[in-house]
């Protein structure tokens, strides 16, 4: 078969496979149209979003216009079930471009926000002791 086929060789080489086999191949040819549309809508959002995700696969995802976003980070239940860890990041309403990150932590001791510059571009976040 050849590496790359036009769109009369291949209806051509589908109608050559049994029936099941071609009512196979529609049934998984549906799926995937209704799965590209799923992300499409998923995809979509109001038009003034300014919170997005973003995971390089598929199209931006738009959620809303100044939501939080809440990380559980780390090991995030403690032995009694409980929520241990949690980094929230929310557009900062008293300065206006800035992010405000919050931190949650329910371990025993001080915690706090720890900040490393990774490039000039580019911070990491992180949970520790003061």
């Known amino acids: 078969m050849p590496a790359k086929m036009n769109a009369t060789d291949l209806h051509n080489a589908l109608g050559r496979l049994p029936k ?5 191949i529609r049934l998984l040819q ?5 799965q590209e549309q799923h992300i499409s809508q998923l995809s979509t959002g109001p038009e003034d979003s300014d919170v997005r995700i973003h995971d390089y ?7 809303g216009r100044g939501l939080p976003v ?18 929230t990041v929310e557009h900062s309403r008293e300065r206006p471009g800035w992010l405000d990150i919050n931190i949650t932590s329910n371990r025993a001791g001080a915690h706090a926000v720890h900040v490393y510059p990774v490039v000039s571009n580019h911070i990491r976040l992180g ?4």
Do not use: C, N, S
């Open 30 to 34: 549906q799926r995937i149209t209704e």
């Open 70 to 87: 809440t990380f559980d980070v780390g090991d995030p239940y403690g032995p009694d079930g409980t929520l241990r860890d949690r980094i």
């Open 57 to 63: 696969v598929y199209p931006d995802r738009l959620l």
């Open 20 to 24: 099941w086999a071609q009512d196979h």
């Open 127 to 130: 949970i520790g002791p003061y």
